[in-house]
C-alpha cells in the first residue's frame, strides 16, 4: 500500500530462468514487494506452449499466497487446437483474471490470423490481453491498431511500452487512437523521461506499472513511477487504480 | 515502506554519468545547468562524469570536451576516458601531473580491435596501478575472460566493473571472486534480491552507486538502495562511501 492506494504489479513471472538469475522463490518475492509497498503482483508462465502446464504451475504458485499474486493465463497458437478449451479452463476454473501473449515465442506477429480465436474469446468476455512488446517483427506495437478495433470489449496492454524509442511511439500512437489501449511500463531500458511519456501523451487512466519480477526486481521498476516527474494523482492511476479497473479486483 | 515521492536520507555520489552529445544521438542532458537541476530533483550531491565521445569517437577528443562541464563547485568530478595509444596515455599522464586524474575509464577494449590483454595493455595497467588510479571499464565492452584473467595481473589496480546487467548474473560472482579490487556499479543490475544477496557473499564495500545518466534514469536505482535491507552505514557506503574511498576524495 503506498499513500491509500492498493499498489498492483500488472507484469510478473512464475518460473526458473538461472541464466538471467530469474528465480520465483515467492519469499524473495514477497520480500521484495513488501519493500516498496506493492500488494499484488500479476503472474504468469510462458515456458510452455500448451498453457496447461504453465498455467497449472502458476495457479500452484498462487495458491501459496492468494491474497498477494493473481494469475494471468497463457496460451500459445503454436498448440491451436489447445489455445481455447485452455484459456476457458484458466479463466472459469483457475480464476485467472487476463491473458498474457508471447509472440516471440511463435513464427507470427501477433495481428496475424492465429491469434484471432484467443482475442474473440477475450472479446466475449470482456478480457484484458497484455503482450510482450518490442521493436522486433513479431512484436510491434502497431499490430495493436489492427486489432483494437475489430476487438472493442476486449482490452490490450503494450508490455514494455515497445521497450524502445521507436516501438514506444508505435504503442503511444495505439492508445491515443482507441480507448480499450493501455501502456505498460517494465523495461530495462530506464532512460529518463519514459514515463513522463508515457502519462503525457497516452494520458494518465492509460498507464499500468509492471516489474516483470522476478525476472528483475521490482523496486527499481517501482522506482521509475515514484522518482518520474508526473503528478501524484497519475501515480496513483499507474500503480493501482488503472489496473483495479482493468481487472475488475 | 513508499510514498508517492521520493529524497535519498544520506549524501549521494553518482558514480557514472555520461556527459555531451554521442555522435548518433543528442542527449536530453545539453548543458551543464540541466544536469545540475538533474541531480538537484533526484537528491544527488555529486557525480562521476565522463564524456559520450570518448566512448566510440576519441577518448582525446572528448577528454577536452569534458573540461567545458565541469562546475566550479565541484560537484561534478571528471572522469578521464583512455585507450591504449601513446597519445592517450601522454594526455593522461600529464593531467596526472597537474593532479587532475581521480580515475579514468577504458571503453571498447573489444571492438576496437585490441584484445584486453596484457600483452595489449600492459603499459596502461602497469602506470594505472603504480599511480594508484582506479580504472572504470563497461562490462558489456569486454570479454569475461580478457577481463578476469588480465587483471588479475595487476591486482594493485583497483577497478569499478559498469553496467552489469541481467544477461550478466551468471558472471557476477565468479567476477567479484576472481578480482578482489573489483566493485559493481548497479545501474543496470536488476535481478531480484541481488543487492542483498551480494551485500551478504561480498560486503558493501563492493557495490556502487551509479546511475548511467542519460541512458538511464538518476532515480530508479538509488529509489532500489534506500529500500533494501542494506543498514545506514551501508546504505552510506554504497550511496558515496566506496567510491569516495576509491577516489581518494
Not at chain 1, 510478473?12 to 538461472?18: L, Q, T
Not at chain 1, 481455447?84 to 490470423?113: C, G, M, S, V
Request: aromatic share 10%; glycine share 8%; net charge negative.
Amino acid at each position: 500500500m503506498i499513500d491509500g492506494i492498493r499498489v498492483i504489479d500488472f507484469h510478473g513471472h512464475v518460473g526458473r530462468w538461472e541464466r538471467f538469475g530469474m528465480n520465483d522463490n515467492p519469499k524473495l518475492m514477497l520480500h521484495a514487494m513488501d519493500a516498496v509497498g506493492i500488494d499484488v503482483s500479476c503472474l504468469f508462465h510462458i515456458f510452455h506452449p500448451d498453457g496447461t502446464t504453465g498455467n497449472d504451475l502458476a495457479a500452484k504458485f498462487i495458491a501459496q499466497h492468494p491474497d498477494r499474486f493473481v494469475g494471468f493465463a497463457y496460451v500459445s497458437p503454436t498448440m491451436p487446437e489447445r489455445m481455447l478449451p485452455e484459456l476457458e479452463r484458466a479463466i472459469d476454473e483457475l480464476h485467472f483474471r487476463a491473458i498474457k501473449l508471447y509472440p516471440p515465442y511463435t513464427p507470427w506477429p501477433f495481428n496475424q490470423t492465429p491469434w484471432h480465436p484467443i482475442y474473440t474469446f477475450a472479446d466475449e468476455r470482456g478480457l484484458t490481453i497484455i503482450f510482450h512488446t518490442d521493436h522486433l517483427e513479431n512484436n510491434r506495437p502497431r499490430y495493436l491498431e489492427d486489432i483494437a478495433p475489430m476487438y472493442p470489449d476486449a482490452n490490450f496492454v503494450a508490455g514494455h511500452s515497445g521497450n524502445v524509442p521507436e516501438a514506444r511511439a508505435e504503442a503511444i500512437a495505439a492508445v491515443q487512437k482507441y480507448p480499450n489501449v493501455y501502456l505498460e511500463t517494465c523495461s530495462t531500458y530506464r532512460m529518463p523521461g519514459v514515463i513522463e511519456e508515457l502519462v503525457e501523451k497516452g494520458g494518465k487512466d492509460r498507464v499500468l506499472f509492471g516489474s516483470d519480477v522476478p525476472l528483475m526486481d521490482p523496486r527499481p521498476q517501482i522506482g521509475k513511477i515514484i522518482t518520474a516527474r508526473i503528478s501524484d494523482e497519475a501515480k496513483r492511476l499507474a500503480l493501482g487504480g488503472n489496473a483495479e479497473r482493468l481487472l475488475g479486483i | 515502506m513508499s510514498s508517492l515521492s521520493f529524497s535519498p536520507r544520506i549524501p549521494v555520489i553518482d558514480a557514472n554519468v555520461c556527459v555531451g552529445n554521442h555522435y548518433t544521438e543528442p542527449s536530453p542532458c545539453q548543458s551543464q545547468a540541466q544536469l545540475i537541476d538533474e541531480m538537484g530533483y533526484h537528491g544527488i550531491d555529486r557525480a562521476v562524469i565522463y564524456h559520450a565521445q570518448t566512448e566510440e569517437i576519441s577518448p582525446t577528443d572528448g577528454n577536452r570536451l569534458l573540461d567545458d562541464w565541469l562546475d566550479e563547485g565541484g560537484r561534478l568530478i571528471p572522469q578521464w576516458s583512455v585507450t591504449p595509444t601513446t597519445d592517450s596515455l601522454t594526455q593522461i599522464q600529464a593531467m596526472h601531473h597537474e593532479d587532475r586524474v581521480r580515475s579514468v575509464r577504458l571503453h571498447n577494449a573489444q571492438s576496437a580491435g585490441l584484445p584486453f590483454r596484457s600483452w595489449g595493455y600492459d603499459n596502461l595497467l602497469s602506470w594505472l596501478s603504480e599511480a594508484g588510479i582506479p580504472l572504470w571499464i563497461p562490462l558489456m565492452d569486454v570479454d569475461p575472460h580478457d577481463l578476469i584473467t588480465t587483471l588479475q595481473a595487476y591486482p594493485d589496480l583497483k577497478t569499478v566493473l559498469l553496467g552489469a546487467h541481467y544477461t550478466h548474473a551468471l558472471l557476477v560472482r565468479p567476477m567479484l571472486d576472481s578480482l578482489a579490487n573489483a566493485s559493481l556499479e548497479l545501474s543496470r543490475y536488476e535481478p531480484i534480491g541481488e543487492v542483498e544477496s551480494l551485500k551478504r557473499q561480498f560486503g558493501a564495500s563492493r557495490l556502487i552507486y551509479g546511475s548511467w545518466y542519460p541512458r538511464y534514469a538518476m532515480g530508479p536505482i538509488l529509489f532500489y538502495l534506500h529500500h533494501t535491507d542494506l543498514n545506514e552505514d551501508e546504505l552510506r557506503m554504497v550511496c558515496a562511501g566506496n567510491v569516495e574511498r576509491i577516489l581518494g576524495i
